[in-house]
């Protein structure tokens, strides 16, 4: 009686043990913590899609590049940096830009601030050399020339906050929510008392910023990056939220963000309808050969830019339809052909709706013909062809319904 006394009560201390670590109480077990983060790193390894997604190219500063004679000496001219947003736009029409690098000095690098003080100083009144001045200035201005590269062009600037320190260095982005959100209800944030940030001039034309701040796990690994950083009471957005809701035009909606789950087990995460909405519609870009797909929110909230209708959708969870569109370009960015070519694709998204099969097929096929590389108008080539032998029904509305997340 008395050993099942001893075996009972070392039982109980072992339990009261794990469930205070779980709990996070005052102690952590070394050994528990490790087992913990191999647990999560297996699950990740396992769960994680493999291959590549082809929709996102990272654009490394490696050693090559650091020794090509054209780019200049490290850290290059913001008029490299220019150069290559508008290449990037230009040349090879990507959505978005994001920098996971911080430009918060000045670029001296042109020989201009000293131009600048021989203009003010001992060349002040020398016509000839103030006229020159005014001349080159636009060209040797390398942070005006950057500035001007990102200003109207969907780009996201990256920062980062540091502790300790309470040294602070550029200008933050606007905070996405402010201290009265979460005041009284006890959720805790990653807090930091210091930044480092962009030029003032970068952060107001960009089109958003975001943290990339990891948070460091005990074995030196980073698995984690805030989802809200707290700074003066003001929340910040990592640079992947930041960059999410720049792509799909999110306005701030009502989520609930923070450590989610009981006392034993919690885990940081973002739930709501909102973030339901974007899962599914985000899983939708494969059926439509889409890159990015938004929403009509989304469409009315972004100004200058072309859109194309792609469907009426109803997704899982949804009762009622929502129309998704496609990003095209800029307006200024969108050739004629490319207007045209959307013209005629109205007009068959038209007819489809309207059950004109014979002619939406028409204009479906011109299209195929024309631009065989857009997965859109064979997908609704095939729709065409299956509901003239199998119609969709008196109470079909033109929706389309998807029932798998």
């Not at 999410?244 to 035009?249: D, E, H, V």
């Amino acid at each position: 009686m008395r050993q099942h006394v001893v075996c009972t009560a070392l039982g109980l201390v072992v339990v009261a043990l794990f469930v205070g670590y779980a709990a996070r109480f005052y102690y952590r077990v070394d050994f528990v913590t490790r087992f913990d983060h191999l647990l999560y790193d297996t699950r990740l390894r396992l769960t994680a899609p493999g291959g590549i997604d082809d929709r996102i190219v990272i654009l490394d500063i490696d050693e090559r590049s650091l020794a090509t004679p054209e780019l200049g000496r490290w850290p290059w001219g913001r008029d490299v940096q220019a150069r290559l947003v508008r290449k990037l736009f230009e040349k090879y029409g990507v959505a978005l830009v994001a920098f996971d690098v911080v430009n918060g000095e000045r670029d001296r690098s042109s020989g201009l601030p000293v131009l600048e003080r021989l203009a003010t100083g001992e060349l002040k009144d020398v016509r000839e050399f103030q006229a020159a001045l005014e001349r080159v200035r636009p060209r040797l201005d390398h942070d005006g020339e950057f500035a001007a590269a990102i200003k109207g062009r969907p780009v996201v600037l990256g920062f980062y906050f540091t502790n300790p320190e309470t040294e602070t260095n550029g200008t933050l982005p606007a905070a996405v929510l402010d201290d009265s959100v979460f005041r009284g209800r006890g959720v805790q944030f990653a807090r930091y008392t210091g930044f480092g940030a962009n030029l003032p001039e970068f952060q107001a034309a960009a089109l958003a910023a975001g943290h990339f701040t990891p948070l460091v796990d005990e074995d030196g690994i980073i698995r984690r990056v805030p989802m809200l950083a707290e700074f003066k009471g003001q929340y910040y957005e990592p640079l992947s939220l930041a960059v999410f809701r720049a792509l799909t035009g999110a306005a701030p909606v009502e989520v609930n963000v923070g450590d989610m789950g009981s006392r034993l087990r919690k885990a940081y995460t973002v739930m709501g309808d909102a973030v339901n909405l974007s899962s599914r519609v985000e899983g939708l870009t494969k059926e439509y050969g889409a890159p990015i797909i938004v929403g009509p929110a989304t469409r009315e909230a972004v100004r200058g830019i072309v859109f194309r209708e792609l469907d009426r959708v109803r997704v899982k969870g949804k009762d009622e339809p929502v129309a998704i569109f496609e990003p095209i370009g800029p307006e200024n960015e969108v050739g004629r052909e490319r207007v045209e070519e959307l013209k005629l694709w109205g007009q068959a998204l038209k007819l489809y709706r309207a059950r004109s099969w014979d002619q939406a097929e028409l204009i479906l096929f011109n299209l195929q013909r024309l631009y065989p590389r857009v997965p859109l108008y064979s997908l609704y080539a095939d729709r065409v062809a299956r509901y003239r032998h199998e119609s969709p029904g008196p109470g079909w509305d033109g929706v389309t319904s998807f029932e798998t997340k």
